[in-house]
């Protein structure tokens, strides 16, 4: 019987957790009373995510409440994508790399107002994206 994959909900995620599970059997050396680790299953990824109630027009906590009745069973997967870790540090960087900043020029301690016939002129320096 094919397994079902849930896609995940369009709710508000406003944190998460992935971590990787590793279950181990323990036994015990009858002689020595040494204890012996094993692996009892394969690896699996654990995902715990905080989800707003209020998110998807207020139907967050509804669209969870349906999630949890389709998967009930024990039966079925749920399709996430996730930003790694620490995404938004890496994000801040590239965001600084991938901006244009203004050129301000100065004389004196004195900014210099560059202007067309009335309309400022502004001067940006850096990468434009398009």
Excluded: C
């Excluded at 002689?31 to 207020?58: C, I, N, P, W």
């Excluded at 009930?72 to 870790?85: D, F, N, Q, T």
């Amino acid at each position: 019987m094919p397994t079902t994959v849930y896609a995940w909900p369009p709710v508000g995620v406003t944190g998460s957790e992935w971590t990787e599970l590793a279950p181990v059997n323990v036994s015990r050396d009858i002689f020595t009373g040494d204890e012996m680790l094993s692996a009892a299953q394969r690896k699996r990824r654990l995902a715990t995510l905080t989800v707003s109630a209020l998110a998807a027009g207020r139907n967050g906590a509804g669209y969870m409440e349906m999630l949890k009745r389709l998967t009930a069973g024990g039966e079925a997967l749920v399709r996430l994508r996730s930003h790694p870790v620490n995404w938004h540090v890496d994000a801040a960087l590239e965001e600084a790399a991938r901006q244009s900043v203004p050129i301000l020029k100065t004389s004196g301690g004195v900014d210099w107002d560059w202007d067309d016939a009335g309309v400022p002129l502004l001067l940006y320096e850096g990468r434009v994206l398009e």
